[in-house]
């Protein structure tokens, strides 16, 4: 465990956690929280950003970053940012999404989706499966194209391959997954066994935010709980989560389902990082390791090679 990881277990644990030990949960405060602290590292030299807000931008509502020169067989990422679908934005994961971007050398589109609660389930899903449709139709080939997202993102990636196989659109050539919500009726053990472990969350907050976003849908509808869907004929999956996350088994369960119908899938179980550490880089040097395995994954099933067999739960 390095210092970095440690120093930033503490600081979530002293300023996060306690804001999820509250019955009810304040949107406007986790909102404003998240838009003062968001730190935004600086565009990567070659490369632009450009922002897409206005309406005509719909599907595509978002941020494009995209370097300078492109590559003749050039890869694209569809990132889906994290924050419990009712706060959080394509900015406040840019020091996640630049690097896993460059890393990977491919451009990626990081989707600014409805939230919850003025936009309950299934907007988010909506939302994410036209955007990789709009992909699709500008003439991006699917199997260049990387899905990736972090907690509730990481769940709606894993939502909307399970949307798009079930409506027979072309799949990407992978996805990547930091630390997913899958399962929005809380039923993993972890959110006891880690309770107390995890330094950001209390394990009663996950079914006050899945209560937010749902409102009266169903919690184990596959679309907001993939868990609770059908893994057959998915593309390979890279899964990385902390071994003190409540959320932890949302992770563990999906590997072994996914397993089980056939689907390659490498989870990695890191040791005392904080939930979805990966947005820690450049300052931690776990998620630095960890952005630089998730886009040689990215690069390595975006070429159209089968990834390589890692075994099946590695300890980091």
């Not at 820690?280 to 952005?291: D, G, K, Q, S, V």
């Amino acid at each position: 465990m390095s210092w970095q990881s440690a120093l930033a277990c503490w600081i979530v644990r002293r300023r996060l956690r306690p804001e999820t030990a509250k019955p009810v949960i304040d949107v406007a405060r986790a909102r404003a929280y998240a838009a003062r602290r968001v730190w935004a590292p600086k565009v990567p030299a070659g490369w632009r950003l450009t922002e897409h807000y206005a309406a005509r931008d719909l599907p595509l509502r978002g941020e494009w970053l995209t370097p300078d020169t492109v590559a003749a067989k050039q890869a694209t990422i569809l990132y889906l940012h994290g924050g419990g679908y009712y706060f959080c934005s394509p900015r406040s994961h840019r020091s996640v999404v630049f690097p896993l971007a460059t890393l990977a050398r491919a451009r990626a589109f990081s989707l600014d989706y409805r939230l919850a609660p003025e936009h309950r389930f299934p907007c988010a899903l909506d939302d994410a499966v036209a955007a990789y449709r709009r992909l699709l139709a500008d003439g991006i080939p699917a199997r260049s194209i990387a899905i990736a997202g972090d907690s509730a993102g990481g769940g709606l990636a894993l939502a909307m391959l399970h949307a798009l196989r079930d409506a027979s659109d072309p799949l990407p050539a992978c996805a990547v997954l930091f630390s997913p919500w899958t399962d929005l009726a809380s039923t993993g053990a972890s959110i006891v066994t880690n309770d107390g472990r995890d330094p950001m969350f209390h394990g009663a907050a996950l079914a006050r935010a899945a209560k937010l976003y749902l409102g009266d849908a169903d919690p184990k509808n596959p679309g907001a709980s993939p868990l609770y869907g059908r893994f057959d004929d998915l593309p390979p999956l890279l899964i990385q989560a902390g071994d003190t996350e409540v959320l932890l088994d949302d992770s563990v369960r999906v590997a072994e389902k996914a397993r089980a119908a056939g689907v390659i899938v490498d989870l990695e179980i890191w040791r005392n990082v904080p939930h979805c550490f990966q947005l820690c880089a450049p300052f931690m040097p776990e998620a630095n390791r960890a952005l630089a395995r998730a886009a040689a994954f990215i690069r390595e099933t975006t070429s159209g090679k089968a990834p390589h067999r890692l075994p099946e739960t590695s300890i980091v």
